[in-house]
C-alpha cells in the first residue's frame, strides 16, 4: 500500500527566504508523485508532477521538486518566499500501476512573514 | 473554460439528517472523483465515476454514503443519516482522460458540518 508523510503541519518562513517543505513516500511499484497547494476558498490546485523522466520537475510559480528514489522523497522548494505563497500545499502519491486513485500527506501550511 | 463545481459550499446540519453534494464536473470530461478531508486528517479518495459507472468505489467508507452520476454528467453525494464524524471537507474532481499523468482538475469544496 502507498502512504505520503509530510514533515512539519506548519512552516514559517520569511519573505525571500527559501522555502522548503518535505515529503517522504512509500509505494511498491514506481510511484507518480504530485504537489498541490489549496489557496484560502479555493480548490486544489496542481502545482506540478512526476511521473517519468527528468526527476527534477519545476512547476507554476516558481516551484520546483525533485524525485530522489534512494531517498523515497518528492520535497519541494522555491528560492525565494512571496507572501501570495501563503496556502496549504498537499503532497501526493499514486501508483503507476493502480489506476487513478491518489494518496495524499497530511499537508504543510506554509505561513510567510513580511 | 468553466472548472469543476461544487455546491453547497458550507452546510451545517444536524446529525441524523440528511445533506446532498452536487458536484458539477468540467463539461466533457468522463471521469469524475470524490474526495474529502476529515478535520486534522488527510484527504482521502472516495470513488471514480466512469461516465455514470462506478469505476472505484473503494473508498467509501460506509452504506450511509450514496453517490450518483447519473446521465454521466453532474455527480451528488448523499449522506443518509449524517453523523458527527461525517464533518469535513468534500471535493470533487474530474478528468477528461483517466489515468494520473494527465492530471485532474479540482473543485473548490463543500464544507459539511454535522452538529
Known amino acids: 500500500a502507498q502512504s505520503v508523510t509530510q514533515l512539519g503541519s506548519h512552516v514559517s518562513v520569511s519573505e525571500g527566504a527559501l522555502v522548503l517543505l518535505r515529503c517522504n513516500y512509500s509505494?511498491?511499484?514506481?510511484?507518480?508523485l504530485f504537489w498541490y497547494v489549496q489557496y484560502p476558498n479555493q480548490g486544489l490546485q496542481l502545482l506540478l508532477k512526476?511521473?517519468?523522466?527528468?526527476?527534477l520537475v519545476k512547476g507554476i510559480n516558481g516551484f520546483e521538486a525533485e524525485f530522489k528514489k534512494s531517498e523515497t522523497s518528492f520535497h519541494l522548494t522555491k528560492p525565494s518566499a512571496h507572501m501570495s505563497d501563503a496556502a496549504e500545499y498537499f503532497c501526493?502519491?499514486?501508483?503507476?500501476?493502480?489506476?487513478?486513485?491518489?494518496?495524499f500527506g497530511g499537508g504543510t501550511r506554509l505561513m510567510v512573514k513580511p | 473554460e468553466a472548472g469543476v463545481t461544487q455546491f453547497p459550499s458550507h452546510s451545517v446540519i444536524e446529525k441524523g439528517q440528511t445533506v446532498t453534494l452536487r458536484c458539477d464536473p468540467i463539461?466533457?470530461?468522463?471521469?469524475l472523483y470524490w474526495y474529502r478531508r476529515v478535520m486534522g486528517k488527510e484527504i482521502k479518495f472516495l470513488l471514480h465515476?466512469?461516465?455514470?459507472?462506478?469505476?472505484?468505489e473503494s473508498g467509501m467508507p460506509n452504506n450511509r454514503f450514496l453517490a450518483e452520476r447519473t446521465g454521466g454528467t453532474y455527480s451528488t453525494l448523499k449522506v443518509q443519516p449524517a453523523e458527527l464524524e461525517d464533518s469535513g471537507v468534500y471535493f470533487c474532481?474530474?478528468?477528461?482522460?483517466?489515468?494520473?499523468?494527465?492530471?485532474?482538475?479540482f473543485g473548490s469544496g463543500t464544507r459539511l458540518t454535522v452538529v
Open positions: 512526476y511521473t517519468t523522466g527528468a526527476t
Open positions: 501526493a502519491v499514486s501508483e503507476s500501476n493502480a489506476g487513478n486513485m491518489l494518496t
Open positions: 465515476f466512469v461516465k455514470e459507472s462506478k469505476q472505484d
Open positions: 509505494s511498491s511499484v514506481p510511484p507518480y
Open positions: 463539461s466533457g470530461h468522463d471521469n
Open positions: 474532481a474530474s478528468s477528461q482522460v483517466a489515468g494520473l499523468n494527465y492530471g485532474y482538475t
